[in-house]
Each structure stands twice: as structure tokens, then as C-alpha cells.
């Protein structure tokens, strides 16, 4: 076939697609059945809750105040998250944007599905973005008489998800970031972390340096409201209304097996071994792990956010938390692994400087960030940000390296050249007096486009550690940027106490900087 009868036979093909795709049509979500959290006085006497009833009364504090635990390395976190699954005993309920099928995410379906054999009932919610070619094994999941899945905002089964993102352009690239997991209704996790080895210190070539924070009651009941606006919505599809698989008997017996195995298999992993040996257990054993105690408030947008006008702003978390960031007398830090100010931010953050607030702020630097698009819709602003006065941090890569790796072999390896870090943590921190800590960036998507949740914590002891956290490391494990002659420079203090500096983007190659070059002359600032 000639080239030009090849592209005209292509270009039919794809504009077939595209017909057949705009025909198609979500099934009616008619099977759902509407549920709710357990009450909290059903769930009063559960391990849980007595747990945290003891460490309030130890900690002398009162019922308004919600008990916090920052889970600030990867391992912490999943053994976190273990923990509540393996306590749980009445519910678990589960929302993630993005959940893996590799070795953490095995492994927590592995814990959700003993939790379901002793009688809890599971509730997983998961935003379909990451779900394809996933039903049949949702569908077997979800015959468990304990486990029930939905899918938040579900592409059309059986045609093209790639056609759908032109076709259905404003629907399906509207997502639900929200991540979530709640034990009996009286701890829950929240903040940045999906589900899948980079976010848990498992992957040897991806460390994702990011946060969350475990939150007691009354904070946590606030999440479970959260969660069961969403699993009620019109949007949140149940698996056995999508998927044509039917589940038998026989599929679950089968499942039972390859959950067995997947514990004989993994028995002596090298990150199981990592986990018994995690800074938390150290911690809880020791009695060294307090809470920090504050008033908690969850902020979140409205699943109908999804479906409706981007300038139905009363579906929206930020106009919520804006009060807060725009009271800082003070200080403020930023950490958002993507930021796009955009020009509206910019004279925000400007004006803060003005009036004598201390702005710093942290984001990817172009090679430790995972998503090249956004960091031409940023770099477009820095120099007019460091023109402010804003303290501009961006990080270095090579930092948050491993010393082990996910055993895939009889052997194991340190220190995996190559391996690469990217910042994934999202939190604010206002005078050192309280802090916003969930799943929310500072760009376009996230703040008009998809949905987040997150907490402002009052919280003293909490803001402070976390500012002086940033202080203490900032300056070794990220670059400075200033203006040198209206070019950036970056610079970053060594362990060694010598100066690394660039005055091009850190460890970029030609094309690198190049290809940003070119992203930055496109239009589309609000899909970032």
C-alpha cells in the first residue's frame, strides 16, 4: 500500500473511531445500592476506637481535639495502612485515584481480602483512569459476599480509552484524586500517596517522596462523610454494572488460591523485611509514637464538581481553603510536586511578599518531575516569582535514592544506578500555627479540573515540625534558585559542605530542555 493510501485508510480508521465511540454510551447506573458509614456508636467498641480512647487519656486530650500521626516515608506509610486494615473490625472503606497491580498493591488487596474473610466489609471506591483491562479481576473481588467495588466516572467499556479523551473531552479527563482509607469509622489515612511501589519505598528506580497523615476521631468521621458522598454519587459506577464478566463460585475459590500464593511467594521479599524493620514499628514498640493533637477540618470538592460548569466554584475545595493561606501574617510554605501558578497565583504570591510575608516554595525540578508538561506550564513563571522575593526550591533528583530493591531475584542490589526521585508530597504550612496537608496541587487540574480532599490542622506542634523539617533539609536536598543577569541559576549545598550550581536546568540534556521549550509554546494550561 502507497503512503498516501496508507495515511487516508489510517485517518478513516481513526475518524470511524471516533464516530463509533461519540455513539456509545455509559450503561444506566441503576444497580446501585445506597450505603453509609457504620454509625460511630457501632463501631465505640471496637479495638480502634479503644486504642485511641487510651492514647487520648495518656496524652491528656479532649474529645474535640483529633489525634495526628505523619506518615512521612514510604514504608511508615504502608505499614500504616496495614495496621488499620489488620485492626479493622466492623468496616474499611477505600478510595485511591490510581491503584497498581504490582507488589503494594498486591499486597494491600492481599490484607482487604482477609479483612473481608473475617467478616469486615470492604468498601473499595477507585477512580477508573488506572482500571483498564482490570474487570474481570475487580468483578471476581467484588463477588466476595464482604467486598463491594465501584467505579468513580468509568470510560465506556469495549471501545478505545485513548478515542474517549477527544470524544469525551471534559468528562473522562476529569478525575477524582481523592485518596482515602478509613477503619471502622475512627482512624483514617489521607494525603498524596496512590496505590503502587513508587509511593511505598518498593520500586529500586522510583522513590516518590511524599505524605500522609493518620487522623483519630472526630477528623476521621469528617472522611468517612466524604467518602460516602462520593460512593453514592451518580458517578461511582458498581463493577457488576460495567464489566460483562460474571463471577462464579469457582472464580472465587481460584482467587483464594492466588491470594495464598502470593504470600508463599513473597515470604522472604527483601521490602517485607524492610517493613518489619520500619521506623513506625520501632516507634509503637519503643512507646515513642505520639500524636500531635488539633482541630482538624476536611476540606473537599463535591464529586458534582466532575459533571458540572468549572465555574460552579460551591463544588470546589479551594475557594474553602484560600481563607486560610490568604490569613498568613507571616510565613508560608508551599510543597506541590506540580505547580502552575498561572498569572492570577503569581500576583497572589507577589502580594504576599509585599506585605511582608515570607513565601517559600518547593516543586520538581524538570528531570525529577514525572509529568514534563507541567513543568513547561511552570517554568514560564519562575522568573517572575523569584522577581517577587518568592524563595523558589525545586528538587534534586538524585536524593532520595534507596539502598535496596524490591527482590526480584535470589540476589539484591544497592544503590541502583539510574534510580531517580521525584517530589509527590502536597502540603501547605501557614505562620507555623497550622498546616494543609491532602491530595491537592497547585495547578489548573487540580484545583478546577478533578476533585482532592485534604485537612487543615490547627496544630501548633504539628506546623512546626513540619516548617522546621523544611528548614532543616530544604538546602541539602533541593536547589535554590535565583536570577543571575535575568538567567536562573540553581545551587544546592552538598553533604561535604561545597556548592553544586547549574546554570541550565539540573542534570537536563539538550533535548530535554528543548522538548519544554516547545510544550511551553502550546496552548492547554488548564488540562495541567
Known amino acids: 500500500m502507497r503512503t498516501s493510501q496508507y495515511l487516508i485508510f489510517r485517518l478513516s480508521s481513526l475518524l470511524l473511531s471516533l464516530l463509533l465511540t461519540s455513539c456509545a454510551n455509559l450503561p444506566e447506573n441503576n444497580q446501585q445500592v445506597p450505603s453509609t458509614a457504620i454509625s460511630y456508636d457501632e463501631s465505640s467498641e471496637t479495638t480502634l476506637a479503644k486504642s485511641v480512647n487510651e492514647r487520648r487519656k495518656q496524652q ?93 466516572n468509568p470510560f465506556i467499556r469495549g471501545k478505545n ?66 467518602f460516602d458522598l462520593y460512593w453514592n454519587n451518580q458517578l461511582a459506577y ?89 490569613s498568613v501574617q507571616h510565613q508560608l510554605l508551599v510543597i506541590s510536586p506540580y505547580f502552575v501558578p498561572g498569572k492570577e497565583g503569581v500576583e497572589f504570591f507577589s502580594d504576599l511578599e509585599q506585605r511582608g510575608v515570607d513565601v517559600k516554595i ?20 519562575r522568573k517572575k516569582l523569584l522577581k517577587a522575593g518568592i524563595e523558589l526550591y525545586e528538587l534534586d533528583k538524585t536524593l532520595l535514592e534507596r539502598n535496596y530493591q524490591r527482590e526480584k531475584s535470589s540476589t539484591t542490589r544497592e544503590g541502583v544506578k539510574g534510580s531517580q526521585a521525584s517530589l509527590h508530597a502536597k502540603y501547605f504550612v501557614m505562620d507555623k500555627s497550622h498546616a494543609f496537608i491532602g491530595s491537592l496541587n497547585l495547578d489548573p487540574r487540580s484545583v478546577v479540573e478533578n476533585t482532592e480532599i485534604g485537612a487543615v490542622i490547627i496544630s501548633e506542634q504539628l506546623a512546626n515540625y513540619l516548617a522546621n523539617s523544611f528548614d532543616e533539609r530544604i538546602d541539602s536536598v533541593a536547589f535554590k534558585l535565583s536570577l543571575e543577569d535575568n538567567k536562573i541559576h540553581w545551587e544546592r549545598k552538598t553533604e561535604n559542605g561545597s556548592t553544586l550550581e547549574f546554570d541550565k536546568e539540573p542534570y537536563s540534556t539538550w533535548w530535554d530542555r528543548f522538548s519544554i521549550g516547545f510544550m511551553r509554546l502550546l496552548p492547554g494550561e488548564s488540562q495541567l
Request: aromatic content about 8%.
Open 362 to 381: 518547593l516543586t520538581n525540578s524538570l528531570t525529577s518531575n514525572d509529568v514534563p508538561a507541567v513543568h513547561a506550564g511552570y517554568s514560564r513563571y
Open 238 to 326: 458498581p463493577i457488576s454494572t460495567l464489566s460483562k464478566y460474571q463471577a462464579s463460585e469457582d472464580d472465587l475459590l481460584e482467587a483464594q488460591k492466588k491470594v495464598e500464593a502470593f504470600a508463599v511467594k513473597n515470604k522472604d521479599n527483601v521490602y517485607f523485611k524492610s517493613l518489619a524493620n520500619s521506623g513506625i514499628l520501632k516507634r509503637t514498640k519503643a512507646g515513642e509514637n505520639n500524636y500531635h493533637w488539633g482541630e482538624v477540618d476536611i476540606l473537599y470538592d463535591n464529586p458534582d464538581k466532575i459533571s458540572s460548569d468549572r465555574d460552579k466554584t460551591e463544588y470546589h475545595l479551594a475557594p474553602k481553603l484560600l481563607p486560610h493561606i490568604e
Open 60 to 152: 491528656q486530650a479532649s474529645d474535640e481535639l483529633t489525634g495526628m500521626l505523619l506518615l512521612d516515608n514510604g514504608l511508615d506509610a504502608m505499614v500504616a495502612r496495614i495496621a488499620l486494615v489488620r485492626l479493622a473490625e466492623r468496616s474499611l472503606d477505600v478510595q485511591y485515584y490510581l491503584y497498581h497491580s504490582d507488589l503494594s498493591g498486591s499486597l494491600l488487596t492481599y490484607e482487604l481480602w482477609h479483612a473481608a474473610e473475617r467478616g469486615v466489609r470492604v468498601r473499595l471506591l477507585l477512580d477508573d483512569m488506572d482500571m483498564a483491562g482490570k474487570d474481570k479481576n475487580l468483578a471476581v473481588l467484588n463477588k466476595h459476599p464482604n467486598i463491594e467495588i465501584r467505579l468513580f
Open 161 to 226: 480509552r485513548t478515542t474517549q479523551f477527544i470524544t469525551r473531552f471534559g468528562s473522562v479527563t476529569r478525575r477524582a484524586h481523592n485518596k482515602a482509607l478509613i477503619a471502622d469509622n475512627q482512624v483514617a489515612i489521607i494525603g498524596g500517596r496512590n496505590i503502587g511501589d513508587e509511593y511505598f519505598d518498593a520500586n529500586a528506580n522510583m522513590a516518590f517522596g511524599d505524605l500522609d497523615v493518620t487522623l483519630t476521631n472526630p477528623g476521621a468521621q469528617q472522611v468517612s462523610e466524604e
